[in-house]
């Protein structure tokens, strides 16, 4: 019986986008509420069968029941590392878009350039309020004139 739910699952991310996120999440997430519905109807299956024949000694159903909750568990674990991946993603993907804004006049450059298209300012840095010297990100003291540097993110 394990093999096929695994086969069923196998089958199914075979043709997905494996490294897509959503894709991932939404797996992982039908993959749970399939578990939590199999689960449901065991229970349900050796409820009957305790009231027709007044016995509570179902083995093999308890085996099954057993083996859902294993994979169940694991589906659940693995929904949350596939959040918390595509959490990171995304957050990587903000850094990444933050990185591409001009310190200086504010221009949205293309990804992967280093300095602005606008005005040629370095990015991924502030500029010295004073004199204007490109500072690595949270310098607290100018290296070029010393002069102290407040919070600046963001404003031209
Ligand atoms: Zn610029
Ligand atoms: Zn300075």
Known sequence: ???LFGGLMKGLS??????DP???LMMAG???????????ELYAQIGRQTLAEGCVQYPELENKLRLVQENLS??????QSVQSEKEAKEAAQ????????????GNVNPDGVKFCRE????????????????LPPSTRFC????????????FI
């Open 14 to 19: 075979g043709f997905m986008p494996q490294d």
């Open 30 to 40: 039908s993959e749970v509420s399939d578990l939590q519905k199999q689960e449901a």
């Open 22 to 24: 959503d894709v991932k």
């Open 119 to 134: 005005c040629g300012a370095k990015l991924g840095a502030v500029l010295c309020s004073r004199c204007g010297a490109p």
């Open 1 to 3: 019986m394990s093999d």
């Open 94 to 105: 903000r850094a990444e878009d933050e990185k591409s804004i001009c310190p200086s006049c």
């Open 143 to 154: 290296g070029e004139c010393g002069k102290k540097q407040e919070e600046q993110h963001g």
């Open 74 to 79: 694991a589906a659940q674990a693995k929904l």
